[in-house]
Nanobody, 124 residues
C-alpha cells in the first residue's frame, strides 16, 4: 500500500523559512508528478507547486521567487523550501503524488495519493 508521509511544518515568524518533506513508501515503480497544495481556513485547497518526473516545475504566482520545489526520484521524496514566509502562507500543506504505479496484491495499480497534511503557521 502506498503512503505519503509529510514532515517539516511548524510555527515561524514572518520572513522566516521552513522546509517541507514528503516521502512516498510502498512497492512503487514510478510516480508522474508530485506537488504541494495548501488549504487555509475558510478557503479552497490550492496548488502551491508541482514537479514532474523530469523536474519540470510549476508555481502559483503568490509563491514564485520565494518557494522552491525539488524531488529525489530515487527516494520517491518531494521537498518544498519556503523562504520569506508571509502570514498569508499560513495553511495546512498537503503532499500529492499523481499517477503512482505500484504493485499491489491484485497486480499493478495506477492511482493518486495524498499525505495527511502538515500545519504551517507564519506569525509574530
Amino acid at each position: 500500500q502506498v503512503q505519503l508521509v509529510e514532515s517539516g511544518g511548524g510555527l515561524v515568524q514572518p520572513g522566516g523559512s521552513l522546509r517541507l518533506s514528503c516521502a512516498a513508501s510502498g512497492s512503487i515503480f514510478s510516480i508522474n508528478a508530485m506537488g504541494w497544495y495548501r488549504q487555509a481556513p475558510g478557503k479552497e485547497r490550492e496548488l502551491v507547486a508541482s514537479i514532474t518526473s523530469v523536474s519540470s516545475t510549476n508555481y502559483t504566482d503568490s509563491v514564485k521567487g520565494r518557494f522552491t520545489i525539488s524531488r529525489d526520484n530515487a527516494k520517491n521524496t518531494v521537498y518544498l523550501q519556503m523562504n520569506s514566509l508571509k502570514p498569508e502562507d499560513t495553511a495546512v500543506y498537503y503532499c500529492n503524488a499523481d499517477s503512482v504505479v505500484a504493485k499491489t496484491a491484485f497486480g499493478l495499480s495506477n492511482s493518486d495519493y495524498w499525505g495527511q497534511g502538515t500545519q504551517v503557521t507564519v506569525s509574530s
